[in-house]
C-alpha cells in the first residue's frame, strides 16, 4: 500500500495558537469551578443539564440517591423465613450460616401462607465475604432473603460485618433444643413399647 | 541577621501559600475540589503537610553515599535562599544591597546544580542518578538563554544594581543617586519626544522602555521554567518514569527542605522576571495630568507607605507569574529530552543572542 505523508500543521504562529489555546481551556475550568454539581438522582432534570464545573461529590457530607430497587445489603425477615437452607447451599461463597432445629410444636405459618416447621437458632450472613450476587435471593422460596438500598455500612472490627438474624437468644435455642431431644426420646420409648407388644403378642 | 531571619519567615509563609495554591489551583483545572478538610477550604493542609514530614523518620539508604547524601539539601536549599539576598523588595528594602546583584544572583543560582548533583549521585539510586544527570543537562544549557536574556536588561539599563533598574523602572527614578538627571522616553526613543519621566506607571517598565525585552521576558520566562524544574520542563523529576528523580530517596526533614528548595525557586525566578522585566515594586498605573496615580500608589521612599506599596505591588506582580507557572504545569505535557534540547540550543539560545545584539542598538538609540 501506498502511504501518502500526514500533512502537519506547522509554523511558530500556528504553535503559539496552540498553546494559548490549550492555556484558555484550563482558564476555562479554572473560572468554572465557582460552580459545583449537585447530588441528584439520575432522573432529575437538572442531572444532565451541569456541564460546567466541580463534579466531586463530597462523599460522607453528600450523596448520590441510590434507586429504590437497590441491592446491597443483605436482610432477612426471620418470621418469614422457613429454615430451607436453599439460600447458605447457593451461596457461591459459603457466606451464610444455618442451623436448623425443628421445632416440637405448630409455630404458625409465613406471611404467604407457608407452614414454619423449624427453628433457627444461627442465621449468620458474613457480608464481608459476601459478593452481593444476589443468588440467594432469587431461590428463596418465601422471599424473606432481600437486597436492600443500604450501601455504606463499614465496621471498625471485622467481626461486626457477621450479621445475625436468628430471633431465639442462645437459651430458647437450648430449649428448643432440648424440647426436640425430649420429642425424639419419647417418641424412641413409644416406639419401643409398641415393638415390645408387639413381641409378646 | 535581622533581614535572613524576615526573608526566611516571609519566603516560608510564601511557599506555604504556593504549596496550597498549587494543590487547589490544580484542582479547579481539572474539575475537583482539592483539599477541604483541614481548616477552612482546606486551607491548613500544607501547614499539617509539613508538621507530617517533620515527624517522619530520616532515612538514609545504607549503600548511599551518607555525607554527600546528608548535605545535598542543605547546599540546594542554601543556594536558592542565597539569592533572595539581593531582592529588592520595596524601595531602600534590600537584604544586602551590593552593586553586582544580577551577576551575583546568576552565579549563586547555578550552585543549585551541584546540590542537585549530589544528591542523585549520593542517593546511589539508579532512578535519582538520571533524574540528577537529567536535572543539570537541562539547567546548565537554559542557563544560557536565561543569562542571555537578561544580559539584555542589563544593556538596556546599564546596571548590575537591581535596586537601580528598579529605580529606571518608575516615577520615582530621579530618587535614586546618581539618577537625578535621567530621564525616561516613551520606548526609550528621545526622537518621538514624548518624555515619561514622570508620568511613571507601566510606560516605565523595562518592556515598554525597550519593547524588544518583551521576547527576552518570554525567553527567561521559559527558560526559568526549566532551571526551577517545573513543568512543561519537569523530566528531571517525571513521576511516570523516574519516581520523581533526584529526591526519590529523601524523607522527612531533608525531604521537606527540598520541596522548600524547589518551590523557593519558583518564587526566586518570578520575584527575578518582576524585577527584571516588569517594572519592580513599581505601580502599574500611571500619572496621567493631575490625576497622579503613580505617586498615590507609590508612598514616600524611605517610609512606612513607600515600602508597604512597594511590597504590594511587587508580591501582586509575583503571584500574577507564579499563577501563570501553576496554569502551565497543568496544562501541557512534559517535553521529551531530545525536544528540551532542541528548543534551547537550536531556539531560545539563537533568539536570545539577536535580542542581546537588537537591544545593543535600541540602547545607541537611547542615548
Ligand atoms: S448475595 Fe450471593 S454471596 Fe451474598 S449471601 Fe447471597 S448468595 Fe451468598
Ligand atoms: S432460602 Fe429463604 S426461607 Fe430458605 S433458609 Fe434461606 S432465607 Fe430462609
Redesign the pocket.
Known amino acids: 500500500m501506498e502511504r501518502t505523508a500526514i500533512k502537519k500543521h506547522t509554523g511558530f504562529w500556528y504553535v503559539v495558537k496552540s498553546l494559548l489555546s490549550g492555556l484558555s481551556l484550563t482558564w476555562k475550568h479554572f473560572k468554572n469551578a465557582r460552580n459545583r454539581r449537585t447530588p441528584e438522582y439520575v432522573t432529575d432534570e437538572n442531572y444532565f443539564k451541569q456541564a460546567d464545573g466541580q463534579v466531586t461529590l463530597k462523599y460522607p457530607y453528600e450523596a448520590i440517591p441510590v434507586p429504590d430497587n437497590g441491592r446491597y445489603r443483605?436482610h432477612n425477615e426471620i418470621d418469614d423465613c422457613i429454615v430451607c437452607d436453599l439460600?447458605a447451599k447457593?451461596?457461591?461463597?459459603?457466606?451464610?450460616t444455618i442451623e436448623s432445629v425443628k421445632a416440637t410444636e405448630d409455630i404458625g405459618m409465613t406471611s404467604d401462607g407457608t407452614k414454619k416447621r423449624l427453628y433457627a437458632p444461627v442465621f449468620d450472613?458474613?457480608?464481608a465475604?459476601?459478593?452481593?450476587?444476589?443468588?440467594?435471593?432469587t431461590v428463596c422460596p418465601t422471599d424473606c432473603?432481600t437486597?436492600t438500598p443500604v450501601y455504606d455500612f463499614p465496621e471498625v472490627d471485622i467481626k461486626n460485618m457477621v450479621y445475625h438474624f436468628t430471633d431465639l437468644t442462645p437459651e430458647q435455642a437450648e430449649e428448643k433444643k432440648q424440647l426436640f431431644a425430649k420429642q425424639q426420646e419419647e417418641m424412641a420409648a413409644a416406639k419401643a413399647a409398641v415393638l415390645a407388644a408387639r413381641k409378646k403378642a | 541577621m535581622l533581614a535572613f531571619l524576615l526573608t526566611l519567615g516571609a519566603l516560608l509563609g510564601v511557599v506555604i501559600v504556593l504549596a496550597y495554591a498549587e494543590r487547589k489551583v490544580a484542582a479547579f483545572m481539572q474539575d475537583r475540589v482539592g483539599p477541604t478538610e483541614a481548616g477552612p477550604q482546606g486551607s491548613l493542609q500544607a501547614v499539617a503537610d509539613v508538621l507530617k514530614l517533620l515527624q517522619k523518620e530520616d532515612i538514609v539508604p545504607a549503600a548511599a553515599d551518607k555525607s554527600l547524601f546528608k548535605l545535598a539539601p542543605i547546599l540546594i536549599f542554601a543556594a536558592v535562599f542565597a539569592g533572595f539576598a539581593v531582592v529588592p523588595f520595596a524601595p531602600n528594602l534590600i537584604p544586602a544591597g551590593i552593586g553586582i546583584g544580577v551577576f551575583y544572583l546568576l552565579a549563586i543560582v547555578s550552585l543549585d546544580v551541584v546540590g542537585l548533583l549530589m544528591a542523585g549521585w549520593g542517593s546511589n539510586n539508579k532512578y535519582a542518578m538520571l533524574g540528577a544527570m537529567r536535572s543539570v543537562a537541562q539547567i546548565v544549557s537554559y542557563e544560557i538563554p536565561a543569562g542571555l536574556a537578561i544580559l539584555s536588561v542589563v544593556m538596556i539599563t546599564q546596571s548590575l544594581d537591581f535596586q537601580e533598574i528598579s529605580y529606571q523602572q518608575g516615577a520615582l527614578m530621579n530618587q535614586f543617586p546618581g539618577l537625578e538627571y535621567e530621564m525616561n522616553w516613551l520606548f526609550g526613543i528621545e526622537a518621538l519626544g514624548i518624555n515619561t519621566t514622570t508620568i511613571g506607571g507601566i510606560t516605565t517598565w523595562n518592556i515598554f522602555r525597550a519593547p524588544i525585552l518583551l521576547v527576552s521576558f518570554v525567553i527567561y520566562f521559559i527558560a526559568s521554567l526549566a532551571e526551577s524544574n517545573r513543568a512543561p520542563f519537569d523530566i528531571p523529576e517525571a513521576e511516570s518514569e523516574l519516581v520523581a528523580g533526584f529526591h526519590v530517596e529523601y524523607s522527612g526533614f531533608r525531604f521537606a527542605v527540598l520541596f522548600l528548595a524547589e518551590y523557593s525557586m519558583m518564587v526566586l525566578v518570578c520575584l527575578v522576571a518582576v524585577v527584571l522585566f516588569l517594572g519592580s515594586w513599581n505601580t502599574p498605573l500611571p500619572n496621567i495630568g493631575p490625576v497622579a496615580l503613580a505617586y498615590w500608589t507609590s508612598g514616600t521612599v524611605g517610609e512606612v507607605s513607600g515600602i508597604l506599596w512597594g511590597i504590594f505591588w511587587l508580591v501582586s506582580k509575583t503571584f500574577i507569574l507564579l499563577f501563570l507557572q501553576l496554569q502551565l504545569r497543568w496544562t501541557y505535557p512534559r517535553l521529551r529530552v531530545d525536544q528540551l534540547m532542541h528548543l534551547c540550543w537550536k531556539v531560545l539560545t539563537p533568539v536570545a543572542l539577536a535580542v542581546v545584539l537588537i537591544a545593543g542598538i535600541w540602547r545607541l538609540l537611547m542615548v
Do not use: A, E, R, S
Not at chain 1, 447457593?90 to 451464610?96: A, E, K, Q
Not at chain 1, 465475604?129 to 435471593?137: A, I, V
Open positions: 443483605l439460600c447457593i451461596c457461591p461463597v459459603n457466606c451464610i450472613i458474613d457480608m465475604k459476601c459478593c452481593y450476587c444476589g443468588l440467594c435471593t432473603l437486597m
